[in-house]
């Protein structure tokens, strides 16, 4: 199925941006502790974080380096992160729209890249990781925080299905063996790698792509006739014949370029 074109991303997230920036899912930034210590974050370090959405990343990374751009497909989306870094009183950031596969910057001017939760919607990945890794400078780190599906099809098959009836901006979510290739294809050798399982509350995760309830609906079904390996390991919990939540697998890598 091909990737749905850019100018429906930004559409698709301009519409509901506000609900990113206050989305739990996001603002949830514990895993942000294990990527900074991957990072090896110094003071002086220049950081660019790659479609930072709400701008939860750039924002919590702020306060621990000396300057951050964060960078992203859509101006409504960069409006929210101004609003977040506003209201956390964060100055040491500035604002880019950029395409993650056309980076607009010069090489080798960040000491650390950073892209949490969105490469899934991202059209060439492989294109993204190389662009990332030509901005930063030699010795510098990569850091990733992304969903990541099992190695088994059926359940490759059944999470990615749901996740394109719930949000169509996304393209995939891949298996860790596949990043790990990626990254190497990029020319970083990897650091550090981890995993965490995450729990999403159903009614929130459901609404914020903005669909109509049909829609929401229809996904909801997805996950109620889940076969049983499925329910089993995306922990689907049901109450009462409705979905109250289910969990999947996020991956964290850090890379070095050589």
């Known amino acids: 199925m091909p990737s749905p074109p850019k100018?429906?991303?930004?559409?698709?997230?301009?519409?509901?941006?506000?609900?990113?920036?206050?989305s739990t899912d996001h603002s949830d930034v514990e895993d942000l502790d294990l990527l900074f210590t991957g990072l090896a974050l110094d003071a002086e370090h220049?950081?660019?974080?790659?479609?930072?959405?709400?701008?939860?990343?750039?924002?919590?990374?702020?306060?621990?380096?000396?300057?951050?751009?964060?960078?992203?497909?859509?101006?409504?989306?960069?409006?929210?992160?101004?609003?977040?870094?506003?209201?956390?009183?964060?100055?040491?950031?500035?604002?880019?729209?950029?395409d993650a596969e056309a980076l607009p910057f010069a090489d080798?001017?960040?000491?650390?890249?950073?892209?949490?939760?969105?490469?899934?919607?991202?059209?060439?990945?492989?294109?993204?990781?190389?662009?990332?890794?030509?901005?930063?400078?030699?010795?510098?780190?990569?850091?990733?925080?992304?969903?990541?599906?099992?190695?088994?099809?059926?359940?490759?098959?059944?999470?990615?299905?749901?996740?394109?009836?719930?949000?169509?901006?996304?393209?995939?979510s891949y298996?860790?063996?596949?990043?790990?290739?990626?990254?190497?294809?990029?020319?970083?050798?990897?650091?550090?790698?981890a995993s965490f399982w995450k729990t999403h509350p159903f009614p929130e995760w459901s609404a914020r792509t903005g669909l109509p309830k049909d829609v929401q609906w229809e996904v909801e079904m997805m996950f109620l006739s889940a076969f049983p390996l499925a329910r089993e390991t995306f922990r689907i919990r049901t109450e009462n014949g409705r979905v109250v939540s289910y969990s999947d697998e996020k991956a964290i890598f850090v890379a070095k370029k050589p």
Not at 10 to 20: E, I, K
Not at 134 to 145: A, E
Not at 147 to 167: Q, R, W
């Open 46 to 98: 220049r950081v660019l974080d790659v479609a930072t959405g709400g701008g939860h990343t750039a924002v919590t990374i702020a306060g621990r380096v000396a300057r951050v751009v964060a960078s992203d497909l859509t101006p409504v989306m960069l409006m929210e992160a101004r609003t977040l870094a506003r209201e956390k009183g964060v100055r040491n950031i500035s604002f880019a729209v950029a």
């Open 175 to 193: 298996r860790v063996e596949e990043w790990l290739e990626f990254l190497s294809g990029a020319g970083l050798a990897l650091v550090q790698s």
């Open 108 to 172: 080798a001017v960040f000491d650390r890249v950073t892209c949490r939760i969105a490469p899934h919607h991202f059209p060439d990945v492989r294109s993204a990781l190389s662009e990332m890794a030509r901005v930063t400078r030699p010795g510098g780190r990569v850091g990733i925080i992304d969903s990541v599906v099992p190695g088994e099809p059926s359940l490759d098959a059944f999470l990615n299905g749901i996740e394109k009836v719930h949000d169509p901006s996304h393209v995939r």
């Open 7 to 22: 100018g429906f991303t930004r559409a698709q997230f301009g519409r509901v941006a506000s609900r990113y920036r206050c």
